[in-house]
């Protein structure tokens, strides 16, 4: 079996540093700050993010240049024999429909393969360390693939959110909602099941929040995934938009409280920049996703 390079781009959560000893390569998302081109973990930190974002900077999202993305794929075919190339969703970007049409070239066809597996943040990270173990148990890139698509909804993301602010910017709710939600102190739940960033409930409280994403992923744990009690056949994650806070450190042991078999494999990472961008700081989310059956 020939070799397979895994890649996937920062939406992931995977940083540079991470990616070197994973032996995953990550493209960098770019991202313009009041004009001025910036690449996610290149020369723009998280801190440096959140610095212009509560700064009232204006800041958007964009694609990977084409040229970053096939150099890439050509300097790893050089080296290894096939790519599978795991983007974040098509739901929230059209990087992944840019990727899936430039995998359809002569010179990558049937070498590189893209997968839309409608994930992002802990859950694509995830994803791309699932294909590395497959990649290393012998499996082609085109069943790397075909089983990454086949679980794809099999993963949940509930995230609350410390403002409505961001969303109101970026055209997500309407001004009245927005106010409403402000005067109320309304503490929205969103999920990201599939390929979409939709609205799940609302909360009166960042604790009544906490209640409704833990019973949410305990109901998907029970009903989706056919998991134990003991959750033995999930993984759980968490993630969160701005500093590591005592917050977020108190909503972590939470998490570790009501699934403490996970409590040492648990990953909790930052959430993506692309999604920080509509929801911003303060923001914290709990993730669950089925484990695969790799043998």
């Not at 790519?83 to 969703?89: D, G, N």
């Not at 997500?172 to 960033?197: E, N, W």
Request: charged content about 25%.
């Amino acid at each position: 079996m020939g070799r397979i390079a895994i890649v996937t781009d920062s939406n992931s959560g995977i940083t540079q540093a991470e990616a070197k000893e994973l032996g995953i390569s990550v493209i960098p998302m770019p991202f313009y700050i009041n004009g001025e081109l910036f690449y996610e973990d290149i020369d723009l930190t998280q801190e440096e993010f959140y610095r212009h974002l509560e700064g009232g900077a204006e800041i958007s999202t964009s694609m990977p240049v084409v040229g970053d993305v096939t150099d890439l794929w050509d300097r790893l075919l050089e080296e290894y024999d096939e790519i599978v190339h795991i983007p974040m969703s098509s739901g929230l970007s059209s990087t992944c429909s840019t990727a899936l049409m430039l995998s359809q070239a002569k010179e990558y066809d049937g070498r590189v393969f893209v997968v839309d597996n409608k994930r992002i943040s802990v859950t694509q990270k995830q994803a791309a360390l699932d294909a590395r173990t497959m990649a290393q148990q012998g499996w082609s890139a085109a069943q790397i693939r075909d089983k990454l698509l086949e679980t794809m909804l099999d993963a949940s993301i509930y995230i609350t959110l410390d403002t409505l602010s961001y969303l109101k910017k970026g055209g997500r709710v309407t001004p009245a909602v927005a106010a409403i939600g402000s005067l109320l102190r309304i503490k929205p739940v969103l999920q990201i099941q599939g390929d979409k960033l939709d609205a799940y409930a609302n909360a009166r409280t960042k604790k009544a929040a906490r209640t409704m994403m833990l019973d949410a992923i305990r109901r998907d744990n029970r009903e989706r995934f056919g998991a134990d009690e003991r959750a033995e056949g999930i993984q759980i994650a968490m993630a969160y938009t701005g500093a590591y806070s005592e917050e977020v450190q108190a909503w972590r042991q939470e998490l570790e409280a009501a699934f403490p078999a996970h409590k040492d494999e648990m990953m909790v990472d930052p959430l993506s920049l692309s999604v920080s961008c509509h929801i911003g700081p303060g923001a914290i989310g709990f993730g669950c996703m089925k484990k695969l059956n790799l043998f």
